[in-house]
């Protein structure tokens, strides 16, 4: 993939419109101008269906196009197949720079994987529930229950926001094994004495694993969770060119 910024690079976003849920489609669009310009909307299912009504609503707000695809044959999935044909067809074109495939559906494996042998970079989003091969065959994956916004937290007459506790329940625990890998990973990219700039962690846990997000475990950056865990230490170090400071990290 060439060296454009993410404004720069253009996306084809491919949504699975029957495995999906509309209520994170303002938060999933945000979310995707992060990694590069949508220049490719669309939309798969079969429309005359009464599930599918609460997307026909928000396709026009947020210019997504949808395709129409009748289930011809019960038991079958006629949307994977018009979005894989769709996605090769958009390959071939050479139009875009990434595609960004919104499923929670392990059908999608195999398109990703052939994506990404033709250099393209692949999105993953989908629901907590997306089985781990179509996870680890896209560059990245985004667990949709993230991007939905925290409520407004209110007080009074007897109404209470919610608790630490529950809030905490809401996101994944940082266990034993995440520790170890991120510990692992900065002793992969470490100097001599252990010191790793914390970018180059952040890519490394990106490739090890697609679906590793800070926000998954309840913080918005990487540099929080790192400092949340005590037996790895953080340094701020001037940087020569800006006023801004980097973050090196170091296991105990």
């Known amino acids: 993939m060439s060296t454009q910024n993410n404004s720069d690079k253009r996306l084809a976003v491919l949504i699975d419109g029957d495995n999906i849920p509309s209520a994170y489609v303002k938060e999933m669009m945000e979310e995707i101008a ?24 928000l396709l026009l707000t947020n210019a997504i196009t949808p395709i129409q695809q009748y289930a011809y044959t019960t038991g079958k999935n006629a949307t994977d197949s018009a979005m894989i044909i769709d996605a090769m067809d958009i390959l071939y074109s050479g139009k875009v720079d990434g595609f960004c495939l919104v499923s929670s559906d392990s059908d999608f494996t195999r398109l990703a994987t052939r994506l990404r042998e033709a250099g393209l970079n692949v999105i993953g989003i989908g629901e907590r529930k997306t089985p781990e091969p179509f996870i680890v065959a896209c560059d990245r994956f985004i667990y949709i229950e993230i991007l939905k916004p925290k409520p407004e937290k209110t007080l009074g007459k007897g109404k209470v926001s919610k608790t630490k506790k529950e809030e905490k329940d809401e996101f994944e625990p940082i266990t034993a094994k995440v520790r170890r890998l991120i510990e692992s990973t900065i ?66």
Do not use: C, M
């Open 34 to 57: 992060k990694y590069g310009n949508p220049t490719i909307k669309r939309i798969y299912g079969d429309w005359t269906k009464p599930h599918l009504k609460k997307w026909k609503d």
């Open 187 to 252: 002793s992969d990219v470490g100097d001599d004495d252990g010191w790793a700039f914390l970018g180059d962690v952040g890519s490394l846990l990106q490739k090890k694993q697609p679906n590793f997000d800070a926000r998954n475990y309840g913080f918005q950056k990487l540099t929080p969770l790192i400092k949340s865990i005590k037996s790895i230490e953080t340094d701020e170090r001037e940087s020569g060119r800006s006023r801004s400071r980097l973050i090196y990290v170091r296991v105990k």
